[in-house]
T-cell receptor, first 109, second 115 residues
Framework: LAKTTQPISMDSYEGQEVNITCSHN???????ITWYQQFPSQGPRFIIQ???TKVTNEVASLFIPADRKSSTLSLPRVSLSDTAVYYC??????????FGKGTRLHILP | DAGVTQSPTHLIKTRGQQVTLRCSPK?????VSWYQQALGQGPQFIFQ???????QRGNFPDRFSGHQFPNYSSELNVNALLLGDSALYLC??????????????FGSGTQLSVL
């Protein structure tokens, strides 16, 4: 299992773009990178997944450099409702999916 | 299309008792994973069930056991409850494609309080 390292917490303001970077130096060839969002007293929710380069959906973008040793989740124009914990996960096929401590994102008005 | 459903939503038990939590996966999913989440911590992997067998297990004692039924639903059993077992228990379902791009869909969890 590739271990991931994320900032413990981040603050930003409404309307700003937020970038959360995750380090995964030991990522294996077959590993995908997946991000989840969790609000208090709820289960985590899938946000975005990628293998290389850039992936974009209606919620976020995921940037993965060529060496794949890190990835950056980008949230455009955040609002107060984006205050949550964000988890970066890396795992091989059929492997147990392990969550770290995540990044607590606090959006200020 | 119902998502992942868990029951009950809240439960209060006393030390030494036994508890059973239930999970129905999202339609089309065949794999169920269970997680324990203490306040302020990330979800901790308990075990995963696929084809009615435990496939993966985290660092949890044998007091934690589970079962998967032919309809893919699952139960988590915890025996001899300890105060430290108080947590949010999350069930996640997925479709096992074997490509490493598995996406988990979570239920809202069962909040267990052990007194």
């Amino acid at each position: 299992l590739a271990k991931t390292t994320q900032p413990i917490s981040m603050d930003s303001y409404e309307g700003q773009e937020v970038n959360i970077t995750c380090s995964h130096n030991n990522i294996a060839t077959n590993d995908y990178i997946t991000w989840y969002q969790q609000f208090p007293s709820q289960g985590p929710r899938f946000i975005i997944q990628g293998y290389k380069t850039k992936v974009t959906n209606e919620v976020a973008s995921l940037f993965i450099p060529a060496d794949r040793k890190s990835s950056t989740l980008s949230l455009p124009r955040v609002s107060l409702s984006d205050t949550a914990v964000y988890y970066c996960l890396v795992g091989e096929r059929d492997d147990k999916i392990i969550f770290g401590k995540g990044t607590r994102l606090h959006i200020l008005p | 299309d119902a998502g992942v459903t868990q029951s009950p939503t809240h439960l209060i038990k006393t030390r030494g008792q036994q508890v059973t939590l239930r999970c129905s996966p999202k339609s089309g999913h065949d794999t169920v994973s269970w997680y324990q989440q203490a306040l302020g911590q990330g979800p901790q992997f308990i075990f995963q069930y696929y084809e009615e067998e435990e496939r993966q297990r985290g660092n949890f004692p044998d007091r934690f056991s589970g079962h998967q039924f032919p309809n893919y639903s699952s139960e988590l059993n915890v025996n001899a409850l300890l105060l430290g077992d108080s947590a949010l228990y999350l069930c996640a379902s997925s479709y096992r494609q074997g490509r490493g791009d598995e996406k988990l869909f979570f239920g809202s969890g069962t909040q267990l309080s052990v007194l």
